[in-house]
């Protein structure tokens, strides 16, 4: 399923499929939720995932607030944090959560957490695996979450997981990193021949933008929102 203007697509492992009644999706932001493509499309012939567990993907808006991938040191300080800890959990309750691992994975940062919120999805354990990446000028949030009637070990989720986030990743191979104008972005066009209208300069392509300190700048918003 492509997704935003930059047409990020979003496709799970061998067995999931999107659900499209629990899929939102709009120019700036999209989430994507993955399930059993038996149970989804009510097809026993449907294929059936190895693992059965909840996917859900969530894809932020573009920004030119700095990209995941040169943050990743500070991630694991930020998500132990009472502003990290809150942003984590559903009901907005630090309290809540409990990181319980974390680890990097190339460009990818893997968080293992337990969020006992008690607005939780339902049908679904606390503890959940999530990955997130950069995908084209966007990030992506991937996670992995186990069915109350079925217990994941580590190794099960964490494998479930890193094969989603290849998965996506091979997916969006030619999505630049710059993101595509919307409709409404696109300035009005100008009668270049028209002498009232004077030329607007491009921006130098190596000004250099300064970038505050990563929780000021929406990073986090824009992975968790």
């Known amino acids: 399923m492509a997704v935003t203007t930059d047409r990020i697509v979003i496709s799970g492992p061998d067995g ?6 629990a899929t939102r999706d709009s120019s700036d932001t999209s ?15 449907a294929a059936q995932p190895a693992t059965p567990a909840v996917l859900t993907a969530t894809v932020s808006a573009p ?22 800890l809150t942003l984590l959990s559903r009901s907005g309750d630090p309290a809540q959560v409990t990181i319980l691992d974390t680890a990097l994975d190339g460009g990818v940062f893997l968080l293992h957490a337990d969020d ?43 494998s479930l997981l890193l094969n989603f986030v290849r998965v996506v990743q091979g997916a969006n191979l ?18 270049p021949t028209d002498p ?17 300190a990563l929780w000021n700048v929406g990073l986090f918003r824009r992975i968790l929102g």
Do not use: M
Not at 63 to 84: P, V
Not at 118 to 140: F, H, K, N, T
């Open 31 to 45: 989430f994507v939720l993955l399930g059993n493509c038996a149970a989804i499309s009510n097809s026993r012939r």
């Open 16 to 21: 999931f499929c999107v659900d499209p009644t």
């Open 174 to 191: 030619d999505v630049p990193i710059t993101a595509a104008p919307s409709q409404q972005e696109q300035p009005p066009q100008s009668d």
């Open 63 to 84: 920004s030119a607030e700095g990209r995941l991938s040169d943050s990743l040191q500070q991630l694991d300080g930020f998500f132990r944090s009472d502003e990290g």
């Open 116 to 158: 006992t919120s008690a607005d939780a999805i339902s049908g679904v354990q606390s503890e959940y695996w999530r990955a997130y990446l950069d995908v084209g000028p966007r990030i992506a949030t991937l996670s992995v979450l186990s069915l109350e009637e079925r217990n994941l070990t580590r190794e099960e989720s964490l």
């Open 196 to 212: 009232s209208v004077a030329p607007v300069p491009a921006a130098p392509r190596n000004l250099r933008l300064d970038i505050p």
